[in-house]
Structure formats: structure tokens, C-alpha cells
T-cell receptor
Framework: AQSVTQPDIHITVSEGASLELRCNYS??????LFWYVQSPGQGLQLLLK??????LVQGIKGFEAEFKRSQSSFNLRKPSVHWSDAAEYFCAVGASGTYKYIFGTGTRLKVLA | DVKVTQSSRYLVKRTGEKVFLECVQD?????MFWYRQDPGLGLRLIYFSYDVKMKEKGDIPEGYSVSREKKERFSLILESASTNQTSMYLCASRPTGPLTYEQYFGPGTRLTVT
């Protein structure tokens, strides 16, 4: 069965530090992978997506993610975190044959000044 | 810009009431979704619709129904609200096409059932 795991429920980093949020997926074929961000009280905004080609994907707000098929991972990174990055981050995989997504449980990021 | 709007940001209802959550999108998308978001559980799909009057159950449809009479509008109905339906509800839409297309989300409705 398809699934998405975000092993870190909470992460705290200092402003200016680098960030990596982990996402592991279980999927039989080439996955369609997405990272969304949800600021407090808001809906979800797409950060980036991967479906084929270059395994390093650039997104908005200075985020990038790397697809590693051998590790079934799609980790999100940012070299220098800003206080405004404090939010909840969701990884999702597009389910085969449908337009449905399977979401991870989310990682809440706290940024220390 | 794609815009998905939800009728209320916050809603408080009593146990047993019938509750309607409305979602409207302005980009002529064929597909619309209702999710429920709970801490530690992420987003779980309640129902989705791939065309007017067409619907399909998601992972947690129990206690909910939906209505799609017009392409731009997708309603979630709680026939008899219960306290365990207190949650954040998110609507999303996307066009028919390659799986690379993303879903666009509304701002959410935080429903409290007392």
C-alpha cells in the first residue's frame, strides 16, 4: 500500500541555520511527490513537486528537495531558515490511477530568533 | 491565480445539528476534494468529486456526505454533527490532466462541535 512517513513531528532550528525535513514514501512505481507548507491558520501552499527528471527540485521561498529512489526519500531542505518559515510542512505522494494524494502526518517547524 | 474559497473560517455548532461546509473554486477545475486535518494525523481524504454530481468516498467518509450540483461548488454535509467531528476541514481542487498537476487548497474551516 502507498504511504508517506514524516518521522519528525517537531523540529526547532535557529534563524539562519540550515534545515532538512525528512519524508519517506512507499510506492510501487515512479511517484509524484509534493511538499506543501501550512502557515498558522492558513490553507496549504505548494512549495515544490517532483515527477521525473532532475532529482534536485527547486521550489518557492528558497526551498529545494532531493528525490532519492534508492532510499525512497524526498527530503526538503533550506540553507538558511528565516523566522517566517515557522509553519507545518506536509509531504504528499500522488496515488496511482487517481488524483488523490496521500499525505504524511506533517512536521511542525519552530524557528528561534 | 487559482482561488479556492471556503464559506467560513470558524464555525461552532451543537451536537446533532446539520452542518454545511461550502467550497467554491474559480478555475473551472473538474476535481474537488474534502479533507479533514487533525494533529498527528495529517490530512485525511473524506470525499472527492471528479465531475458534477459525481463523487467517490475517500478514506474516512463515515458521518459525512457531499453535494456537487455545479462545477465550481463542492459542499460537505455533516448530517448530525458529533463532537468527534471537531476538526479543521480543507477543500482542494485540481484540473483533470497529468498527475503532475497539483491540488490547490482553500484556507480551511475550523469546526467546533459542542
Amino acid at each position: 500500500a502507498q504511504s508517506v512517513t514524516q518521522p519528525d513531528i517537531h523540529i526547532t532550528v535557529s534563524e539562519g541555520a540550515s534545515l532538512e525535513l525528512r519524508c519517506n514514501y512507499s510506492y510501487g512505481a515512479t511517484p509524484y511527490l509534493f511538499w506543501y507548507v501550512q502557515s498558522p491558520g492558513q490553507g496549504l501552499q505548494l512549495l515544490l513537486k517532483y515527477f521525473s527528471g532532475d532529482t534536485l527540485v527547486q521550489g518557492i521561498k528558497g526551498f529545494e528537495a532531493e528525490f532519492k529512489r534508492s532510499q525512497s526519500s524526498f527530503n526538503l531542505r533550506k540553507p538558511s531558515v528565516h523566522w517566517s518559515d515557522a509553519a507545518e510542512y506536509f509531504c504528499a505522494v500522488g496515488a496511482s490511477g487517481t488524483y488523490k494524494y496521500i499525505f504524511g502526518t506533517g512536521t511542525r517547524l519552530k524557528v528561534l530568533a | 491565480d487559482v482561488k479556492v474559497t471556503q464559506s467560513s473560517r470558524y464555525l461552532v455548532k451543537r451536537t446533532g445539528e446539520k452542518v454545511f461546509l461550502e467550497c467554491v473554486q474559480d478555475m473551472d477545475h473538474e476535481n474537488m476534494f474534502w479533507y479533514r486535518q487533525d494533529p498527528g494525523l495529517g490530512l485525511r481524504l473524506i470525499y472527492f468529486s471528479y465531475d458534477v454530481k459525481m463523487k467517490e468516498k475517500g478514506d474516512i467518509p463515515e458521518g459525512y456526505s457531499v453535494s456537487r450540483e455545479k462545477k465550481e461548488r463542492f459542499s460537505l454535509i455533516l448530517e448530525s454533527a458529533s463532537t468527534n467531528q471537531t476538526s479543521m476541514y480543507l477543500c482542494a481542487s485540481r484540473p483533470t490532466g497529468p498527475l503532475t498537476y497539483e491540488q490547490y487548497f482553500g484556507p480551511g474551516t475550523r469546526l467546533t462541535v459542542t
